[in-house]
């Protein structure tokens, strides 16, 4: 589900990186705020090999590096679309908890607009599993195929550069570290 990479980084004095175009977001525009989540790309050549540099080699060419934010505070628990596993570097965190769901009824979901292969789902069909609480500068490697969703504890954005992989399942990830 979910490791503690203990890979400290220094990501966090970059306010925000120079990014590039948004790659997708999931949420809504209210009186000219989008309140949701968002993957941008990132262009600098700098954070990018530094953040890759954490990668061992032989998987750096099946990882992308995004730049995520989350202006939300409840997003609901979900699959990701088009994506195994992640290794998300934490940023500004908003003391959000990322909570781990079980789906004992089989329920199977819903999507929402561009939602491709991944599912949302309510959290009254699930069972809550397990969850952490990530700290700026800390290093988290996620299966994201599994369901999860985020609570912002605290007013704010919550940002992290993210390595997302379509190729490397969460279990081959983690036994790099």
């Known amino acids: 589900m979910y490791k503690n ?9 970059i306010k ?31 954070i990018t ?11 750096r060419e099946a990882y992308l590096l995004r730049y995520l934010v989350i202006t939300y505070p409840h997003i609901p628990p979900h699959t990701d679309s088009h994506t195994y596993s992640c290794i998300n570097f934490y940023i500004d965190t ?35 599993v397990d969850s952490f609480v990530a700290r700026s500068g800390e290093s988290w490697a996620l299966d994201i195929k599994s369901i999860h ?12 550069l993210t390595l997302t992989s379509m190729e490397v399942k969460y279990d081959e ?5």
Request: aromatic share 14%; glycine share 6%; with cysteine.
């Open 149 to 160: 969703s985020v609570d912002c504890q605290s007013e704010g954005r919550r940002t992290a």
């Open 5 to 13: 990479l203990n890979l400290s980084h220094n990501f966090r004095n």
């Open 94 to 128: 908003a003391d959000a908890r990322t909570t781990f769901w079980k789906n004992p009824k089989n329920i199977e979901g819903y999507q929402v607009s561009n939602q491709v292969d991944g599912r949302t789902y309510h959290s009254e069909d699930l069972t809550a």
């Open 173 to 177: 990830l983690i036994s790099y570290f």
């Open 49 to 59: 090999a530094r953040a890759f540099a954490y990668l061992p080699p032989q998987l």
């Open 16 to 46: 925000p990186p120079r990014r590039g175009r948004e790659i997708v977001s999931y949420g809504e525009w209210v009186d000219g705020q989008f309140y949701g989540l968002c993957y941008y790309e990132v262009k600098d050549k700098d």
